[in-house]
């Protein structure tokens, strides 16, 4: 197969040229394995040009006001000089797997800037809700030059574990006056973090997100830190009134300054690197799986015989992997 010449996409990411950005992060969104191949040749060239960015999670829970408080820390950071890519993973339609657009709608103000680039990304029903090809649109978007990616998670379990091992610092939103607070995060989740943040600090609710954040400052005690050189503090914020965004941002930067100056940032990159390539090794066994023809023609038979009963679950496993001893 006569493979199309890639420069173009690799040259337009280097210049920071927008249309070519959304085109090689289209061309990386694709299941055509022509262009699967033209998007692993691309991201190759292109990784030289990456790692320097600050890569920021942000999940949170329903209602917590994430799109309205991404829009607000990225029209600061624009204003202080930063060029911020956010990748807001949207919810895919379960039959079509087409996506509901609505981030740019959501975040009017931040995607009218020259310096902003917002990318909504079909999830695909992947890992709960976090694209499968976020992680190579991320390095797409640092090739660009970008200072700042930010990558929104539905806010789903699985999703929140994968967005937390793609990037450096990891945000939970959190509002008050929305019953108990704590109902509203998991234990494994508050191993993840490294800062919450109580949305909506404002009006007559001050008092109550000051309450929830003693909450979450006591729920943090009991949970094991996501690192040995990091306590994850607990702020308050008000998205609408930008108060509370640029003391969350200086934390930000604290923690890579700290990650830095012990080398936790490099090892955690490297670590990352991996669990993305046995990620992919595991897609791809499972892609190769259903592919294969023996499995094909026993899938519809062993599935009747597990559903009838004449077959244990697993016996059907193995009669579906017996062909791989032949490996």
């Not at 950005?21 to 998007?39: D, G, N, R, V, Y």
């Not at 911020?84 to 339609?93: G, M, R, T, Y």
């Not at 694209?131 to 700042?148: I, Y």
């Amino acid at each position: 197969m006569n493979i199309p010449d890639i420069q173009p996409y690799i040259e337009g990411v280097l210049r920071h040229d927008r249309r070519m950005i959304s085109k090689t992060i289209t061309l990386i969104e694709s299941a055509l394995p022509e262009h699967k191949k033209m998007a692993r040749l691309v991201i190759d060239q292109l990784l030289p040009h990456t790692g320097k960015a600050i890569r920021l999670g942000i999940t949170g829970v329903p209602g917590a006001g994430k799109s309205t408080f991404i829009e607000a820390l990225g029209m600061m950071l624009v204003k202080k000089g930063y060029t911020v890519a956010v990748l807001a993973v949207d919810p895919s339609s379960v039959r079509s797997g087409g996506s509901v657009l609505a981030d740019k709608t959501r975040m009017e103000r931040l995607s009218t800037q020259e310096n902003a680039f917002i990318r909504p990304s079909p999830s695909g029903g992947t890992l709960g809700g976090v694209a499968s090809k976020t992680r190579e649109t991320m390095l797409v978007c640092e090739a660009a030059g970008f200072d700042v990616m930010i990558v929104e998670t539905l806010g789903s379990g699985q999703s929140e574990v994968a967005v937390a091992s793609m990037v450096d610092f990891f945000l939970m939103l959190m509002i008050s006056g929305a019953g108990d607070e704590l109902q509203g995060i998991k234990k494994g989740i508050l191993e993840l973090v490294d800062a919450i943040a109580v949305n909506k600090a404002d009006g007559d609710n001050v008092q109550r997100a000051a309450f929830a954040r003693k909450q979450f400052e006591t729920a943090l005690h009991f949970s094991p830190p996501p690192s040995p050189n990091w306590t994850p503090p607990v702020l308050t914020c008000s998205s609408v009134e930008s108060t509370g965004v640029e003391e969350i941002w200086n934390v930000v930067l604290k923690h890579r300054e700290k990650m830095t100056e012990t080398g936790e940032l490099e090892l955690k990159r490297e670590k990352q690197a991996l669990d993305w390539m046995w990620f992919l090794v595991r897609e791809g066994i499972a892609e190769w799986f259903y592919r294969n023809p023996y499995v094909k023609t026993m899938i519809p038979k062993v599935e009747k015989e597990v559903e009838e009963g004449t077959t244990a679950p697993t016996t059907a496993a193995d009669k579906l992997l017996f062909f791989l001893e032949d490996k």
